[in-house]
Every structure is written in C-alpha cells, then in structure tokens.
C-alpha cells in the first residue's frame, strides 16, 4: 500500500486547479513504497510513538499539578499541559486519517469529492502545527517577565488565566487555519496522496496564506529565542551577583531547561518547513498563473519537511519528562531543591521579603 501502487486521486480532475485533488501528478513517479519516504510505516511509527509519549508526559504532568504549590510553575505547567494536549490531539486526527488512507488505501475522489475531508485535514494540519509554536513563544514571554520582574504582582498568573492565554492560542490558530475555508487560499491533497496542506503555487491567495503561515511560524520562534535568551541572561548574572552563598538551581532554572529544550527542538523540527514555504512561493511568482502543478522534486521535498515536523510533537513531551528534578536528582543526586528566584536579588526588607515569597 502507498505511493508505488496508488491510483490517481481523482482521474477526471487531476489536472485542473480548481479543485484539491490536481497539485500534483501520481503518474510522475512510481517508487517503492517501502523504501521510499512515502511509505506508510513512517505515517504509522511517527503516530503510535508520539501519541504513547504525549499520553504519557500528560499522566506526568497531572500528576505533577497536585502536588505543587508554587503559582509560577503551576502556570508554567497549565502552558506545558496545553502543549501536550495540542500536541496529541494533532497526531490522533491527522493520524485517524493518514494511516487510515495508506492501508484502506480509498479513493479521495470518491470519499471526499467536495473536499470537505481534505478541508478539515488541511486545517488540522495548519492549526496543530501552528499552536505549539505559538504556545512556545508565549511560555517564553510568561517566564520572561516571572523572571526579569519578579516582584511584580502582574507577573503573577494563575491556572484560570494560564487557562484562558492558552485558549486564546487556540482560536487565534483556529481563525488561522479557516482562512482558507473563507476564501484566502486553499488546502490541497498532497504527494503521496493521504494527506492535505496548504497549496504552494503561485497564485494570490495562496500566496499570501503560505507567507502569512510560515511568516508568523518564524515571527513565533523568533520572539521564543529572544525571550529565553534574556531569560537565561538574568538568570546567569543572578546568580553570581551572589558572592556570599554558592546556591543550587531551583524551579526557574528547571523551567528554563525545559523550555529552551522546546525551543530548541521547535527551530529544528519547523524552521526549514517555514522557509521553504517562503521560498518556494516567491521563487514560482514570476511564472504566476503558469504553474498549474507542483514539481515532483518539491513535493516530495515537502513531505521530507513534514516528517521533521512531527518530530517537534514526538520530542517535546519528552523535553518535559527527562528534565525535570526529579529526573536529574537521580542522575545527579546532589541536585537539591531551593528558594524561588526572589531570594536571589538584592536583600529586601524581611517583611516585605516574606509577603512576595508567600504570594
């Protein structure tokens, strides 16, 4: 099953642009499935291992939650839970389509001829791919300002609102990914045949959607580097402004270690994704109206580029579960809990000191 047997999604509009089935060609190429990046064992290892590890860093998390009573890291874990719940759910829908397709092997054409099944793929694909980037860049801002401004009572979240930012994330990528559906470009089945994307050929809609995507996926991870950076900074020079007491790491480094790890793994997995999208459409804008379908070599360049990507949702869940204290602790047992990053500064009144420590 897969791309070296599969039939042309939709012989009679194969070709044409107006529909979600003619981006490219079946006839093109006949590779073996089971060598090729096309094959359906990737679709379905990639699923079953980053749903395992999502529900898994999720009992973790819930677990973790009862247990604290720090309102900083109680946030940051109300965030980390939104990006593992995000996280899961993208691989279950795309997944219970995807896998689905590659050994059922229907014909799309026939199941979805108004392109509502390769609609709500596609908007799956944009608003799960979407949200961990810019639940990304958010956790990075709250743990900037928990840190730089510590004294602060605005800097003080709680699971409520943590909740609530985290909801805003989602019907903000919500809006994102029905844009297409709203008439700004379109989503379109893509090489191998299982799966729908937004479309990258030359036209304005298209073209502003594709840029739009990827510009903000950038903008997203941008501001997460900037924001840890600074973060990890003040931390640093925190620390050692201390002469008096040689301190061990507490919950904010923890968070910080766990978060830059996101980072990390996020300008890994999306960054070359996201520029090649902003290449590709600007590179095909002088041919615009010409080019009617996608060239072989970049559709299955786009594919290598989707498979990165769903490593970002198999490794983050991971981020969380092996660095955490009580991991480390076991690694290096010398690794003790301590004060929250107030009893770093300056010392403060002792009243004053215990009142932002209680709070």
């Not at 054409?109 to 961990?132: E, I, R």
């Not at 743990?143 to 699971?159: A, D």
């Not at 989707?306 to 490593?311: F, L, P, S």
Request: aromatic share 12%.
């Amino acid at each position: 099953m897969g791309w070296g047997d599969m039939e042309p999604p939709n012989g009679s509009t194969a070709g044409r642009s107006d529909t979600c089935f003619g981006v490219f060609n079946t006839s093109d190429s006949r590779d073996n499935a089971q060598n090729s990046i096309a094959s359906p064992w990737f679709s379905t290892a990639f699923g079953l291992i980053g749903l395992c590890s999502n529900l898994f860093a999720l009992c973790v998390l819930l677990s973790s939650s009862r247990k604290l009573s720090s309102r900083a890291r109680s946030s940051f874990l109300v965030f980390l839970c939104g990006l593992v719940v995000t996280d899961f759910m993208g691989l279950l829908v795309t997944a219970s389509v995807i896998i689905p397709y590659h050994f059922i092997k229907f014909t799309w054409a026939k199941v979805d001829p108004g392109c509502h099944l390769c609609n709500f793929l596609g908007f799956s694909m944009v608003f799960f791919g979407q949200c961990p980037l810019l639940l990304g860049a958010t956790m990075a801002g709250e743990r900037f300002f928990g840190i730089n401004h510590p004294f602060s009572r605005s800097t003080s979240i709680s699971k409520r609102r943590a909740w609530s930012i985290v909801g805003l994330v989602w019907g903000f990528s919500c809006l994102l990914g029905l844009l297409p559906v709203l008439g700004l470009g379109r989503y379109t089945l893509q090489y191998p045949g299982s799966w729908c994307f937004l479309t990258l050929l030359p036209d304005t809609g298209n073209v502003v959607f594709c840029l739009l995507f990827a510009l903000l996926g950038i903008f997203s991870v941008l501001l997460s580097f900037v924001f840890n950076t600074v973060s990890v900074v003040t931390l640093c020079r925190v620390y050692h402004d201390r002469e008096s007491v040689q301190r061990r790491r507490d919950s904010e480094v923890e968070m910080m270690v766990q978060l830059v790890g996101i980072m990390i793994i996020a300008t890994i997995c999306w960054m070359p994704l996201l520029i090649f999208i902003i290449q590709t459409v600007l590179q095909q804008l002088p041919a615009s109206g010409q080019i009617q379908m996608l060239p072989m070599e970049t559709q299955k360049m786009l594919l290598i580029y989707i498979r990165m990507v769903t490593w970002n949702q198999i490794l983050d869940p991971w981020v969380y579960i092996l660095f955490r204290r009580a991991v480390l602790q076991r690694v290096y047992p010398s690794l003790r809990p301590r004060p929250s990053i107030l009893s770093l500064y300056p010392v403060l009144n002792p009243s004053l000191g215990r009142k932002l420590t209680a709070d």
